[in-house]
Each structure stands twice: as structure tokens, then as C-alpha cells.
């Protein structure tokens, strides 16, 4: 129900843009959020948007990532910029119905220095 999409091979410095796409069977997506989880390492909280556009984000990539989404298509972005080889994770997203949260089955992005 949750499609992630956009990772991929990329130099550091460099930018990717991920999507995230809810089907048309999820009705009153609330929060919505970016995971990533790095080899050997705990899943973390990357960023959260809510309904309404407001945006948290993890202090690791607070000015470099911008999260976004398009109500109107049921689509969460995550854009990355000045991409690090620390940013090399498999990223998930996940969108909060009710008391239900739905994950997306995650997407690789590679950060090569």
C-alpha cells in the first residue's frame, strides 16, 4: 500500500529525491514519515510531516534533506542534498491511518565518497 521509490548510486555532495506513494485504498493519511536503517545499525528517524505540512527533522540532516508531500496524490517526497557517505542507508517510509502505520518495503540509497 505504500510504494517507496528514487534511491540509487550516488557521489557525495550530490542530491537524490525520494517518493512515496500511498495506494488509493489508504483514506485519512495522518503523519507521514522517512526511516532509514544503515548496515549494522539501528532503523532512525530521518523526518515527519504531518497533515498540515509541518516538518520535524533529525539533527543529522536538518539542512540538507527537505521532506514534502502532495495530499492531493497521496505522495510523500523526501529531497536530499549535499549527500554524505554516512547518509548510506535503505530508506522507509511510513504513513500513520487511525491507529494502523503502514510501511513502505524501503528503498537503497548509496552515498560513495
Known amino acids: 500500500q505504500l510504494q517507496a521509490s528514487g534511491g540509487g548510486l550516488v557521489q557525495a555532495g550530490g542530491s537524490l529525491r525520494l517518493s512515496c506513494a500511498a495506494s488509493g485504498s489508504l483514506f485519512g493519511i495522518n503523519n507521514m514519515e522517512w526511516y532509514r536503517q544503515a548496515p549494522g545499525k539501528q532503523r532512525e528517524l530521518v523526518a515527519s510531516?504531518?497533515?498540515?505540512?509541518?516538518?520535524r527533522y533529525a539533527g543529522s540532516v536538518k539542512g540538507r534533506f527537505i521532506i514534502s508531500r502532495d495530499n492531493a496524490k497521496n505522495t510523500m517526497y523526501l529531497r536530499m542534498n549535499s549527500l554524505e557517505p554516512e547518509d548510506t542507508a535503505v530508506y522507509y517510509c511510513?504513513?500513520?491511518?487511525?491507529?494502523?502505520?503502514?510501511w513502505g518495503q524501503g528503498t537503497l540509497v548509496t552515498v560513495s565518497s
Open positions: 511510513n504513513a500513520f491511518v487511525g491507529f494502523n502505520t503502514y
Open positions: 510531516i504531518s497533515k498540515a505540512g509541518v516538518t
